[in-house]
């Protein structure tokens, strides 16, 4: 038992609230050592646990690709001496960079678990330091064979684990924050935690990790509304630069079948616009074929994005057109599973 070697966890410290300290102008990031010093019993977790930060730790408002790249990196750098990996960041932009992640870590084997809070730690009540433990805990546990539990990225927050690139942050006060609307959690924190197996990420293969370094930003998420006009809609079509679009619909995948609606985007496409149909709804997803007004968005070469999240969307276009594929590469990976984002 002596001899045995300690569960190592790396955690990376990126910003957010999690490590915020009061400042006369507002809530500032600070550094990680005053985390920590405020979690002393962390320690009894009995894993081995080391940190590295951001030079400059930041609000995740301001999280962007550059950012995700570091983050890959210093998980890519050190992926061997680690059982498991931590990121600390701030709330608002968390379910994107899950999403980016589970993308960008790209043969993905050992837990990834992001995780911040509503109140940062140190505050007199605050959420912060059992999301910090529990988070730790689920990066550092193992099967009965000595494997990662978990072998994706995902959020632990509050009571629940759940996939990274299924999350959405739905509340900006309540402390369970995040939410997977249409997988079901991986797991739940109560005394103890427990795993939801049968829906926990496996491949079939043992591919080397593979990170990935070139996220696309040239996407447009172009929301309906009714009363949206020509005009609008074909400005936004017209954004200089942008390769692709996700088009947030009606209800189960639907959009407006005036003609000039319908010519726009059937113009975008044919102009080598990718448009991905992404519900506006939380829960199911854009069924393109069961109304007649999303059936006409699929005719104009619009692509199903069925129930995947907008922030998964957004992030699944980025890494598709980062990686160079064709056109019709992207339009089959659109509508199949890459890291369970959706249910194809
Ligand atoms: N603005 C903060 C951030 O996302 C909010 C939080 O951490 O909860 O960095």
Known sequence: MENQKKTRILIIY????????????????????????????????????????????????????????MIVKDIADRYEEFDGFVVLHGTDTMAYTASALAFMLRNLRKPVVITGSQLPIGAVREDGTENLIS???????????????IQEVVISFQDYIIRGCRSTKFTSTGFEAFHSFNYPSLGAIDLHIVYNEPYLLRHDTKLPLEPFYNMDPNILVMWLYPGI???????????KGIKAV????????????????????SDAVKNGLIIYNVTQCLNGGAESKRYYTGDMLTKAGVISGYDITVEAAVTKLMYLIGSGYTKEQITDYLQTSIVGELSD
């Open 14 to 69: 990126t910003g957010g609230t999690i490590g915020m300290v009061e400042t006369p102008d507002g809530l500032q990031p600070f550094d990680f050592s005053h985390l920590m010093d405020n979690v002393p019993k962390i320690s009894k977790l009995g894993y081995e646990i080391e940190s590295v930060q951001f030079p400059q730790p930041i609000d995740s408002s301001n999280m962007n690709p550059t950012y995700w790249n």
């Open 135 to 149: 988070a730790v805990e689920v990066a550092g546990a193992k099967d009965e064979n000595g494997d990662p539990i």
């Open 229 to 239: 006009t020509e005009d609008v809609v074909k400005a936004q079509l017209a954004t």
């Open 246 to 265: 996700v088009l947030r619909t009606f209800g189960a995948g639907n959009a407006p079948t005036e003609q000039w609606f319908l010519n726009a985007i």
